[in-house]
């Protein structure tokens, strides 16, 4: 696998993953029950810390924060997806 396809699959687990958080937590809210504890939130999605504070608005500084913090965690996503590959690059012509 090149770097390119593994970082897109890597940038794409950075977008799904909050986005399926996101969801979760809407539906903790309509249904009262805790699905995922705020830690492995923040483990899975950690540029997610700035949204505690407008969580529930719905105004265009709210959604430009949740576009800017999905961006941040696409580039953090990518970043590690990037070190895990060239590890597994320099793994792989090590045990050849």
Avoid: C, H, K
């Avoid at 937590?25 to 705020?38: A, H, K, N, P, Q």
Wanted: proline share 3%.
């Amino acid at each position: 696998m090149t770097m390119v396809r593994a970082l897109r699959w890597w940038a794409l687990a950075g977008l799904l993953v909050p986005v399926a958080i996101y969801i979760i937590g809407f539906i903790e809210v309509f249904t009262g029950r805790l699905i995922m504890s705020d830690y492995v939130m923040l483990i899975l999605w950690p540029s997610s810390f700035p949204l505690m504070a407008i969580r529930e608005q719905f105004t265009v500084f709210g959604f430009l924060a949740v576009a800017i913090s999905l961006l941040i965690n696409v580039a953090l996503y990518s970043a590690v997806g990037a070190i895990a590959w060239l590890f597994w690059l320099l793994l792989s012509r090590l045990f050849r």
